[in-house]
């Protein structure tokens, strides 16, 4: 129940923040906004471990980093999605997860999962294919990003049950943050010196380099940086204390927030 309570608690504040991402995808590119982000949030994180919500040192630095590359992944998939559908459809994309965890868990870990878990799973499904279906002209390859995402995701979700249950929240929340950071530094060096054509508006949110200054989206990276904290901290938790393959399936409620708080 605690773990079930956690779940929920996230996707209402990740379904509710998650809609200024197409705002921000306007101005600056998701390699800046999750470099940005990480540099707000990552010092948060230290005085939330000073405060006593655990440490940021890992246990096992290399549990943690692989959890945090698999994590990292998934959410610049779905995050680059944002800038070119509408979230509804995005989201759809990025929770096939818990059909992956769910496989994952049968075929991988040899666990048995009851026929509630499956009748679940499926009714989410067929919600994602519906949603997936309504294309609004998105090109196809698009499309598979969430997807792809999903996949990531699903497996950083089982990385965090197997091998970081013993690990403090905080450390995992961290490494997620600081490794987004990581890559998002690594893409704009990158893109200073290949200098890309970079088309215009959302379009250009893959292929943008960094721009300055970022007065107009500003607040909503804030906004972002701070609440995802949260909301990713409650995720983490709830992967911690339950397991995947039930906890997974309580994600496709980001689906009713995500949708309802799209107008807010």
Request: charged share 10%; hydrophobic share 60%.
């Amino acid at each position: 129940m605690a773990a079930a309570l956690c779940m929920i608690a996230a996707m209402v504040l990740l379904g509710f923040v998650d809609n200024y991402v197409a705002t921000i995808a306007a101005e600056i590119s998701v390699w800046q906004f999750l470099t940005v982000r990480a540099m707000m949030a990552v010092p948060f994180i230290w005085v939330l471990s000073m405060l006593g919500f655990g440490t940021m040192r890992p246990q096992r630095l290399w549990a943690v980093s692989v959890r945090s590359v698999l994590i990292a992944v998934g959410m610049l998939l779905y995050f680059g999605s944002l800038a070119f559908m509408p979230i509804a459809q995005s989201l759809a994309g990025l929770f096939t997860s818990p059909i992956f965890v769910l496989l994952m868990t049968v075929v991988v870990l040899k666990q048995k999962i009851g026929p509630w878990r499956v009748f679940a799973v499926v009714i989410g499904f067929t919600g994602i294919l519906l949603v997936l279906g309504l294309q609004q002209g998105a090109p196809g390859w698009i499309m598979l990003m969430p997807v792809a995402g999903g996949f990531f995701y699903a497996m950083g979700s089982l990385t965090t049950r197997i091998l970081c249950t013993e690990e403090s929240t905080i450390s995992m929340l961290a490494g997620i943050m600081s490794m987004q950071a990581l890559i998002g530094v690594c893409v704009l060096i990158g893109l200073s010196i290949w200098s890309p054509t970079v088309p215009e508006g959302a379009d250009g949110f893959l292929l943008r380099g960094w721009v300055w200054p970022i007065t107009s989206v500003f607040p909503y990276i804030v906004l972002q940086a701070f609440i995802s904290v949260f909301g990713v901290f409650l995720l983490i938790r709830a992967y911690q204390w339950g397991e995947a393959s039930q906890v997974s399936v309580l994600e496709y409620s980001i689906m009713i927030f995500g949708r309802s708080l799209d107008g807010c």
